[in-house]
């Protein structure tokens, strides 16, 4: 199985249940609008003392609600669109490591050379391998060994060993081709366009929850949130009108409750 398809899978899961999460608080909404609407019918003797349970301060409250809502969609689909182009992107990165690793051996490349982009290639490709130490240096002889991790199962790290990859055959004078994609100048690019996409889908990311955190606030953690709001509302309603009468029954069945939040 491919190693971005592994952590392309748990974004689909994440954001899976972040859309039920968008679901839930738009029925949130909804109710709530619905809860205008019956205050507004109850006419002039729907007069609360508390501003914030006047008509004017619900109404306001459910357009913020209803705004953190819609841009919440918007950044929502753009991180969607984000992270499948940068499913695409990656999509040939395994094969092209491959043939890098493939043309240092038909080059005749070290056995330590080969090593060194067989490792690169594990991590690309999600293969693992017992522990492997790192490669020996001047200054490392005097330092105690230490093993390189053996599941770096992200697109940062497909996107860094791929540019480790490409840094160590720009710089290896025998390494030459005539295969375009295989090319110094051309895996830079690949390299470069890597970064570019988790870049991208980091941004949207940090975007997108910027607004869900907006969102939540206006909906459920803020003291005059929609769900607290509404919940006043209800106990006037059945102050004013009286618990077994038709007007409380009507907000009575509005449920407004607070989802599970970090």
Same mark, same amino acid.
């Given at each position: 199985?491919?190693?971005?398809?592994?952590?392309?899978?748990?974004?689909?899961?994440?954001?899976?249940?972040?859309?039920?999460?968008?679901?839930?608080?738009?029925?949130?909404?909804?109710?709530?609008?619905?809860?205008?609407?019956?205050?507004?019918?109850?006419?002039?003797?729907?007069?609360?003392?508390?501003?914030?349970?006047?008509?004017?301060?619900?109404?306001?409250?459910?357009?913020? *609600?209803?705004?953190?809502? @819609?841009? +919440?969609?918007?950044? $929502? %689909?753009?991180?969607?669109?984000?992270? !499948?182009?940068? /499913?695409?992107?990656?999509?040939?990165?395994?094969?092209?490591?491959?043939?890098?690793?493939?043309?240092?051996?038909?080059?005749?490349?070290?056995?330590?050379?080969?090593?060194?982009?067989?490792?690169?290639?594990?991590?690309?490709?999600?293969?693992?391998?017992?522990?492997?130490?790192?490669?020996?240096?001047?200054?490392?002889?005097?330092?105690?060994?230490?093993?390189?991790?053996?599941?770096?199962?992200?697109?940062?790290?497909? *996107?860094?060993?791929?540019? @480790?990859? +490409?840094?160590?055959? $720009? %710089?290896?004078?025998?390494?030459?081709? !005539?295969?375009? /994609?295989?090319?110094?100048?051309?895996?830079?690019?690949?390299?470069?366009?890597?970064?570019?996409?988790?870049?991208?889908?980091?941004?949207?990311?940090?975007?997108?929850?910027?607004?869900?955190?907006?969102?939540?606030?206006?909906?459920?953690?803020?003291?005059?949130?929609?769900?607290?709001?509404?919940?006043?509302?209800?106990?006037?309603?059945?102050?004013?009108?009286?618990?077994?009468?038709?007007?409380?029954?009507?907000?009575?069945?509005?449920?407004?409750?607070?989802?599970?939040?970090?």
């Amino acid at each position: 199985m491919k190693l971005y398809s592994l952590g392309f899978s748990y974004i689909k899961v994440c954001l899976t249940l972040k859309l039920l999460q968008v679901m839930s608080s738009a029925k949130t909404a909804m109710r709530y609008s619905r809860l205008v609407d019956i205050c507004t019918g109850f006419g002039g003797k729907y007069n609360p003392g508390r501003q914030t349970l006047q008509l004017k301060a619900m109404r306001a409250l459910l357009k913020e *609600a209803q705004s953190s809502l @819609q841009d +919440v969609s918007l950044k $929502t %689909n753009a991180y969607y669109a984000l992270v !499948n182009d940068r /499913e695409n992107a990656f999509a040939d990165v395994k094969p092209l490591a491959s043939k890098i690793v493939f043309t240092l051996k038909a080059l005749a490349m070290s056995e330590a050379t080969l090593d060194d982009a067989r490792f690169h290639l594990r991590i690309i490709s999600g293969r693992t391998k017992s522990q492997r130490q790192a490669v020996p240096s001047t200054e490392a002889d005097q330092q105690p060994v230490v093993a390189r991790s053996r599941t770096q199962q992200s697109f940062t790290a497909i *996107a860094d060993h791929f540019a @480790q990859l +490409v840094n160590m055959v $720009t %710089n290896l004078p025998g390494y030459v081709t !005539n295969e375009e /994609e295989l090319k110094p100048e051309q895996l830079a690019v690949k390299a470069a366009l890597l970064k570019t996409k988790n870049d991208e889908v980091s941004k949207a990311r940090l975007a997108r929850t910027v607004t869900i955190q907006h969102r939540d606030k206006v909906l459920y953690k803020d003291a005059v949130s929609l769900v607290n709001n509404a919940n006043r509302v209800k106990s006037y309603v059945r102050v004013l009108y009286g618990p077994g009468s038709a007007e409380f029954g009507q907000v009575k069945e509005l449920s407004f409750t607070k989802p599970k939040l970090r």
